[in-house]
């Protein structure tokens, strides 16, 4: 920074020189190359050389993108938000910190930059040109575009950044103080009233359970029943890779072309190569001939890729496209089955680079997924983090070590990026204990999720091995294509995953889709009850002792949902005047009442929520599978085998994996009444079809007996003394 004419005594004025480093050098990662610095008079800044992180995005702020005579004001700030900390006028008027991550940055100079598009489209070109009325206006520019309330206020408090720097900038580049600003004002004078709903981690999408379930089928049989056959592949690959040496030795080239001449002597094609992008070099330079597999013979032979080309160049007038075969296979066996079948024949040399990568990204799905871990978390993952415990009452449980990153402060108030070790470990479930293994024989360093496993990764202009976000949803995504071929080729059409109507299947919505099945554990293709009831008990251990509420929170809200939408759906079937019948039935009649007559037609906010799961007389479950309403009691339930001591921590949900028909929280009504008479409908026809073998027939029919009589019961049973409940 340099002083420009005299003022008066106050900040420095910033006006850099056009070759001056534009990233503090106290916040550069280590390692950095200092060819790849951003100068002033650079129009692409990487922030990313500020981050602490090894899983940031490159983060370029693209300054070409900015009106021309605007540009050089808006960099000067810039250059000022990032070497001067945040002014006291922005850190009292709201939550600010004194020094910004690089990709809050990145994201306030793109808002900058549409600001300087609208203000050139009026003909200003100085920041000191902008009026109020100009400020205004550009305010109610932003309601129409459609987006969130809060998207526009934050939109506006960026630039609102601009006028909190203005006394360090030259007077060109000074904004007047926004109308917004002013401390008797108020942001919905200028955006209107804000009527977005709640947000936070509530607000993200869940996945799909129509897409979750057979996505976490594929991701279990990768990791659990795949794996060892593409880890055997990654080894023989690997060896032979390091047979290749680092320099051509003397007559390797002469090694080579006796191998490919003794190779078509015997009446063998040569192996062709599969590697990305192979036969699309081989087009651009029009050659007649297939690519041949240079880094297989390399390794096999033991000289290098450059002597084996060699090789095939002095041949080439020899040799004819009939000479190639296929691309080269690995001589490991493959043992893994789908069903019935092997779920392939073999595994080729070429074919190992991808195969690592689903694999990685399996493992990375269940950890994301059964964890309850943030992204940001679940990426940072080092070798050595998963841990097994046995305990003194017998039980194991499977322990992770990281880094979290959520609300971690200096003293200053300032996010610490590169994050802390959590004080207490992630309590997981034993397949993403198998995960991990996985990922750490795949990978060679500490880190386990990396960029840089895929061998054909691109370059980038930093130090950074990291998985992104980003590139962890273009790995799922063609991880989902994978998995949808091998459904395809082994003729499993219902574990096909089907597009997700909210979008790309990203890392932050596993969170929130995992807390959403353990409270509804759907039935239908896959049945995961019981393992969603111990990944709940899992994370409430993981959770239990924390003082911010993280995952349970999420948990809990997602389970009064739940329950809010079973006893809303008990009240309809009361209105409409369905009979109940069973040990439990009062109590699903009184719960039903207590909901309609406290909750009817309110918002169900985060405190509504808590108060309708502490509710014992509220804890009403709908079990699709056993056609019944449990009206659940931990003192009675007899799925609880624990329930005698249910006041020290017994099962607050019921397990519908053990569900006994003696339980005296049970309840059905007419509508499970009509479902069971449907499946009694079902085993009729399947006894008239005469297909199950005996033992089957046989116990069905008994299945049968016993549901007639539990029709039989409920058409005995008198309605309740009560008329139908009135829709309140």
């Known amino acids: 920074m340099s002083t420009t004419s005299p003022l008066p005594a106050g900040p420095e004025v910033v006006d850099p020189a056009p070759d001056a480093f534009v990233l503090p050098f106290n916040r550069l990662r280590p390692g950095f190359d200092p060819e790849q610095l951003p100068r002033f008079r650079d129009l692409g800044w990487r922030l990313a050389l500020i981050s602490p992180r090894e899983t940031s995005r490159s983060l370029v702020i693209d300054w070409s993108r900015c009106p021309a005579g605007l540009r050089p004001g808006m960099m000067r700030a810039a250059f000022a938000e990032l070497n001067i900390p945040t002014p006291a006028v922005l850190l009292q008027q709201r939550a600010a910190r004194s020094t910004t991550q690089p990709g809050t940055l990145r994201h306030n100079f793109q808002i900058w930059i549409r600001f300087a598009d609208w203000l050139g489209a009026r003909g200003i070109t100085e920041l000191a040109q902008v009026t109020t009325g100009d400020l205004e206006v550009y305010a109610e520019h932003l309601r129409p575009l459609g987006r969130q309330w809060r998207t526009d206020a934050k939109a506006l408090w960026v630039i609102s950044r601009l006028w909190g720097y203005a006394p360090f900038l030259p007077k060109s580049d000074r904004l007047i103080m926004p109308p917004w600003e002013d401390p008797a004002a108020v942001m919905s004078d200028f955006l209107g009233t804000n009527d977005d709903t709640p947000g936070g981690e509530n607000s993200i999408a869940i996945v799909h359970p129509a897409v979750m379930a057979p996505l976490l089928v594929w991701a279990l049989r990768t990791v659990l029943d795949l794996s060892p056959d593409i880890l055997a592949a990654a080894r023989e690959q690997r060896r032979l890779l390091a047979a290749i040496p680092d320099r051509a030795a003397r007559g390797g080239t002469e090694t080579a072309v006796e191998h490919l001449r003794s190779l078509l002597a015997a009446g063998q094609q040569l192996p062709s190569s599969g590697a990305p992008g192979a036969t699309a070099v081989s087009a651009r330079y029009r050659e007649s001939l297939p690519p041949m597999a240079n880094t297989f013979l390399a390794g096999t032979l033991g000289v290098t890729t450059s002597q084996v080309a060699r090789a095939r160049g002095l041949l080439t007038d020899e040799l004819t496209p009939a000479d190639f075969g296929p691309a080269p296979l690995l001589d490991v066996p493959v043992n893994a089955r789908i069903g019935a079948a092997p779920w392939r024949a073999a595994i080729g040399f070429d074919e190992v680079d991808v195969l690592m990568l689903h694999l990685s990204t399996a493992a990375l799905i269940l950890c994301a997924y059964l964890s309850g871990m943030r992204p940001e978390e679940v990426l940072a993952l080092r070798r050595g983090c998963c841990t097994r415990?046995?305990?003194?009452?017998?039980?194991?449980?499977?322990?992770?070590?990281?880094?979290?990153?959520?609300?971690?402060?200096?003293?200053?108030?300032?996010?610490?990026?590169?994050?802390?070790?959590?004080?207490?470990?992630?309590?997981?479930?034993?397949?993403?204990?198998?995960?991990?293994?996985?990922?750490?024989?795949?990978?060679?360093?500490?880190?386990?999720?990396?960029?840089?496993?895929?061998?054909?990764?691109?370059?980038?202009?930093?130090?950074?091995?990291?998985?992104?976000?980003?590139?962890?949803?273009?790995?799922?995504?063609?991880?989902?294509?994978?998995?949808?071929?091998?459904?395809?080729?082994?003729?499993?059409?219902?574990?096909?995953?089907?597009?997700?109507?909210?979008?790309?299947?990203?890392?932050?919505?596993?969170?929130?889709?995992?807390?959403?099945?353990?409270?509804?554990?759907?039935?239908?293709?896959?049945?995961?009850?019981?393992?969603?009831?111990?990944?709940?008990?899992?994370?409430?251990?993981?959770?239990?002792?924390?003082?911010?509420?993280?995952?349970?929170?999420?948990?809990?809200?997602?389970?009064?949902?739940?329950?809010?939408?079973?006893?809303?759906?008990?009240?309809?079937?009361?209105?409409?005047?369905?009979?109940?019948?069973?040990?439990?039935?009062?109590?699903?009649?009184?719960?039903?009442?207590?909901?309609?007559?406290?909750?009817?037609?309110?918002?169900?906010?985060?405190?509504?929520?808590?108060?309708?799961?502490?509710?014992?007389?509220?804890?009403?479950?709908?079990?699709?599978?056993?056609?019944?309403?449990?009206?659940?009691?931990?003192?009675?339930?007899?799925?609880?085998?624990?329930?005698?001591?249910?006041?020290?921590?017994?099962?607050?949900?019921?397990?519908?994996?053990?569900?006994?028909?003696?339980c005296t929280n049970i309840s059905r009504t007419d509508s499970q009444i009509t479902a069971l008479r449907t499946e009694v409908a079902r085993i009729d026809a399947d006894a008239d079809a005469g297909l199950d073998p005996y033992p089957i027939a046989a116990r069905e029919q008994q299945r049968k007996d016993h549901l007639t009589a539990i029709i039989r019961r409920h058409d005995a049973q008198q309605p309740a003394d009560t008329e139908p409940m009135e829709r309140r």
């Not at 959590?422 to 997981?428: F, G, K, S, T």
Request: charged share 30%; net charge negative; with cysteine.
């Open 389 to 662: 415990v046995e305990r003194d009452d017998g039980t194991v449980r499977f322990e992770i070590r990281g880094l979290h990153f959520k609300g971690v402060l200096d003293e200053d108030g300032n996010t610490i990026g590169e994050g802390e070790q959590r004080a207490d470990p992630w309590i997981v479930l034993e397949p993403v204990a198998r995960a991990i293994a996985v990922v750490e024989e795949l990978e060679d360093g500490e880190q386990l999720f990396t960029r840089t496993l895929y061998r054909y990764a691109k370059g980038t202009c930093m130090p950074r091995t990291g998985l992104s976000s980003d590139t962890a949803v273009e790995r799922i995504r063609a991880f989902t294509a994978w998995a949808n071929q091998l459904a395809a080729a082994h003729d499993r059409p219902h574990e096909l995953i089907p597009p997700d109507p909210d979008g790309a299947v990203a890392l932050r919505r596993f969170r929130r889709t995992v807390a959403w099945f353990i409270y509804r554990q759907p039935g239908g293709r896959i049945a995961l009850a019981v393992q969603y009831g111990h990944a709940a008990t899992a994370m409430s251990e993981s959770y239990a002792g924390r003082s911010q509420a993280d995952m349970l929170e999420v948990l809990d809200q997602e389970k009064g949902l739940a329950l809010a939408e079973t006893l809303t759906e008990a009240t309809e079937r009361l209105a409409a005047g369905e009979k109940v019948s069973g040990p439990a039935a009062d109590r699903y009649r009184a719960a039903a009442t207590e909901f309609s007559d406290r909750y009817a037609g309110t918002y169900l906010g985060r405190r509504e929520l808590r108060a309708l799961v502490a509710n014992p007389r509220l804890q009403v479950y709908e079990d699709p599978k056993a056609f019944l309403t449990c009206n659940h009691d931990a003192f009675t339930a007899l799925c609880n085998p624990d329930r005698d001591r249910a006041r020290d921590g017994g099962r607050s949900t019921p397990d519908h994996s053990r569900c006994h028909p003696a």
